[in-house]
């Protein structure tokens, strides 16, 4: 059993003299979980090692970027061969072109892309285009759904909201140093409960620029969208002239070729990338048809920029990421296995007596420690926490790094492979039996 923790816990100890909380993104930091926190050392294909020397099948693939296993020879030779030529100039290359031509090809509903260094700057940039296109104010969000840290976005239904029909504006800040009235600006609907969304536009009437929402939710745990919430979400939009913001942060060319615009026929003004279309380097996106684009400077009055967008490493390991994506398609193999990890973990908690209910589409999965369905984020806050961690502690300890929170998704790799199922199951079959010991 793997338990060493020696040097991560040095580590551990070091970073939080010099870095707030020891790390620069909440998560990492095991506060759902407890424990230390294990500093990786590097990882290869499916497997990550930390300092101590412990190997690990890695299922959280950098929260979405790692689609094709961690360093895969293509992407990082790719970034070799750029870097020689240097790694950033601040003006227009021809790298850049090749990614927008490989993003637009698989949403073929987008004329135009922009570059940017992080989901939360696209995401926040599509919202700005948004406004600045319908000349209104207010926005739109589905609770639990995540797009990013920009100041309109950490928000959350005020008290009260969720009891009666829905609407209302007494949205709240969900983190300190956000103005009131900034959160004011951004209404909160519940993901998969359409007549919250119905409301909004009663209540606010001619006044929302944009919704936004992840097509498949990977941040409250794993959600998937109900086909009558799909169709009221396009036809709000559409009546009342209101842009649809597809955030495929998370989803876009992990779900399909064409994310989770193609595998669920969606129709969004405009989409938002990152995570995989940057192959592991910082890189986000916004896209949409040349008449929203044209609105962001300099061709228009939308302003945005940013001094290493479009950076030259980035692009090269996206341009190899999407290449490869193309070239060998993943989707049906991570299909198989997405579906193998999800029946072994029934069947393994089920032997063990334990609650389950296993979200997965594709290769994004979440196991939730509960026996309800879980369609909304009100489902998805019923489950067992206590028991997640009991089961992350004990998988992390048989070398299985899952994501270290219960409302969060698992991925899957093309590099994953049945080695690593197998010692998955192994590992889950004991871990619920911890579990089932501890409740
Ligand atoms: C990760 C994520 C973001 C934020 O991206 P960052 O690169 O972390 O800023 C936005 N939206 C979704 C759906 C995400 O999963």
Redesign the pocket.
């Known amino acids: 059993m793997n338990s060493r923790t020696t040097q991560s816990s040095q580590l551990f100890r070091r970073a939080q003299q010099v870095i707030p909380g020891g790390v620069n993104s909440p998560v990492r930091a095991f506060g759902a979980v407890g424990g230390v926190p294990r500093f990786i050392a590097k990882a290869k294909g499916s497997r990550m090692w930390d300092e101590d020397g412990n190997e690990f099948v890695d299922y959280i693939g950098s929260?979405?970027p790692m689609i094709l296993g961690h360093a895969h020879p293509k992407v990082a030779e790719a970034i070799r061969l750029t870097l020689e030529d240097g790694t950033s100039f601040g003006a227009p290359t021809k790298r850049e072109i090749e990614l927008a031509e490989l993003v637009l090809k698989a949403y073929p509903s987008c004329e135009r892309v922009r570059f940017v260094s992080?989901?939360?700057e696209a995401?926040m940039s599509a919202l700005r285009l948004a406004r600045g296109v319908t000349n209104r104010k207010y926005i739109v969000k589905f609770r639990g759904n995540?797009?990013?840290h920009s100041d309109g976005l950490l928000v959350q239904a005020g008290s009260g909201m969720l009891t009666a029909s829905g609407g209302s504006s007494n949205s709240a800040p969900s983190s300190a140093g956000v103005p009131a009235e900034f959160a004011s600006l951004t209404l909160v609907a519940d993901y998969n409960v359409p007549e919250t969304l119905e409301q909004l536009f009663k209540d606010f009437p001619e006044q929302i620029a944009a919704v936004i929402f992840?097509p498949v939710v990977?941040?409250a745990g794993l959600l998937e969208p109900t086909p009558a919430f799909l169709t009221s979400l396009h036809e709000l939009c559409k009546i009342n002239a209101t842009l649809l913001i597809a955030?495929e942060?998370?989803t876009g060319f992990r779900l399909s070729p064409g994310g989770a615009t193609q595998l669920l026929k969606l129709e969004p003004d405009i989409v938002c990338w990152?995570?995989i279309i940057g192959g592991g380097l910082p890189v986000?996106a916004y896209g949409g048809s040349a008449n929203i684009m044209d609105f962001v400077a300099p061709s228009g009055p939308v302003y945005q920029a940013g001094t290493l967008s479009g950076n030259p490493l980035a692009m090269a390991a996206g341009i190899a990421t999407l290449t490869e994506l193309e070239k060998n398609p993943p989707y049906a193999q991570l299909e198989v296995y997405g579906q193998k990890l999800q029946m072994g973990l029934e069947i393994a908690a089920l032997e063990a007596g334990v609650p389950l209910m296993v979200n997965r589409v594709g290769s994004m999965l979440t196991a939730f420690f509960q026996a309800g369905n879980v369609t909304t984020y009100n489902d998805a806050v019923k489950s067992d926490t206590e028991a997640f961690k009991l089961f992350f502690n004990a998988m992390l300890e048989r070398g299985v790094y899952l994501p270290p929170s219960q409302f969060e998704a698992a991925f899957i790799s093309s590099e994953h492979d049945q080695t690593d199922l197998e010692m998955t199951l192994n590992a889950a079959r004991e871990a619920f039996a911890v579990v089932a010991a501890g409740l």
């Open positions: 929260w979405g992080s989901g939360t995401t995540y797009h990013g992840e990977g941040n955030d942060v998370m990152g995570k986000g």
